[in-house]
């Protein structure tokens, strides 16, 4: 049924051929092979923002996804073309995030407990501790609390650290091999379980902490990261922690660029989307029988640092977003574009300020502590030689 829907509407619409989107039967006989990288702004508003039904859209991406699927266990809309399994899912993770303004406030003071209590747990015992993990432990919780409800007292850092590695394991399993232990997203599962309320519980509890989480704390990494060394900066954080109004995000003034703009610069250089892929079939419809079926992916990262940013576009310079131009505004894609484009992206860059200007607070402000900086920023991987760690000189 999916498959006549979007060929009819293929075929009215004639696109060019290149960019044909031919949504096929599952059973289709199609060969599959990994496609090339878009790093044209243009031919990624066109693979992601196509004219044609959602139905079609949802199976390019659910086909493309497939692997997401067979890794975690999950059925969401990620990986299911279902127009029905669609709308629920956005419509529960648009009522995690529905909050309203005071309750900004409430995520300010889940972040500060967290932090400081996991600070105060370091100025003990063992007075170091990675950066990535430190990240990956404060999000899981301040999300998990603040957002799906879960009980704080029952999530113990050991527990909250093995759900952080396993996600970790098996983003990195997904890539390289088709056997995943079942194991791994069992532990997690039977943490989430017994930290979420009753509503979450007979779910799979991963489909939400994936999208909640993996993506957010690699930007909160990469803020702390950035800022942690720019005076200017953290006074725009600081001054937007104090108050966290929507009107706060957006001021800037001649000492410091906006809390938007911060964040806004942040995601352009690390996405932690770095790419977006589709299913496509290259061809035109009436060659079927033969099709090939590809994925295409949409190279965020490249589109954000290409050269209509300048010569210092590989550089972070908040101010570069107060100023922008529209050509350059249509490349920043960090939560996507069109109809599966991100649900949180104006929920999403608030949280992070609060809880990354929290961490600096913390850190900087009222602790002995200093982030110790490796030799070059991580992704999901690559934090190595990164420690938040008790007293020693602040590196400056
Ligand atoms: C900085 C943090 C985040 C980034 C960078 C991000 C990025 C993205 C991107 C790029 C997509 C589009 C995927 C595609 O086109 O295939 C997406 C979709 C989505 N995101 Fe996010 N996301 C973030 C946080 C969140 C949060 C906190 C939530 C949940 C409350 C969330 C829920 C979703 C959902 C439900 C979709 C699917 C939307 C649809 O299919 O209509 N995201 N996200």
Known sequence: ??????????????????????????????????????????????????????????????????HLKQTFKINSTFVDDSVDVHAAFTKKALSLISVREVLWNQIAQVALETVQSNLSHLESNPHHIRFDTFIQRITIRIITVSLLHGDPSVMHPHDIDTVARNINKLWILSK????????????????????????????????????????????????????????????ALHLFLENPSSSQFTRFCDEHPSTESIVKETLRLHPPVRRISRAVVIGSSLSQLFCHRTTLAADIEAIQRSDVWGPT?????????????????????????????????????????????????????????VLVMGPCMGQREGWDGWTIQLGGTNNM
Not at 317 to 332: D, G, L
């Open 313 to 369: 576009r590989h550089e972070f310079n908040p101010w570069r977003h107060q100023f922008s131009t529209k050509e350059q505004r249509k490349t920043m894609l960090p939560f996507g574009t069109g109809p599966l484009s991100c649900i949180a992206k104006e929920w999403a860059p608030r949280a992070v300020a609060i809880i990354a200007a929290t961490v600096l607070e913390e850190v900087k402000v009222h602790r002995q502590f």
């Open 176 to 235: 390289t091999t088709v056997n995943i232990p079942d194991t791994l997203v069992g532990e997690i599962n039977d943490h989430l379980r017994r930290w979420l309320p009753t509503s979450l519980k007979q779910e799979n509890p991963l489909e939400y902490l994936i999208p909640t989480y993996e993506t957010t704390w690699r930007v909160i990494a990469a803020l702390v990261a950035y800022t942690y060394s720019e005076n200017s900066i953290r006074l």
């Open 1 to 66: 049924m999916f498959s006549a829907t979007c060929t009819l509407s293929l075929l009215a619409l004639t696109l060019p051929t290149v960019f044909i989107f031919f949504i096929l039967r599952k059973q289709s006989k199609c060969n599959i092979s990994r496609g090339r990288r878009l790093t044209k702004v243009s031919d990624a508003y066109a693979l992601l923002n196509p004219p044609l039904p959602l139905a079609c859209q949802l199976q390019a991406r659910a086909i493309a996804n497939k």
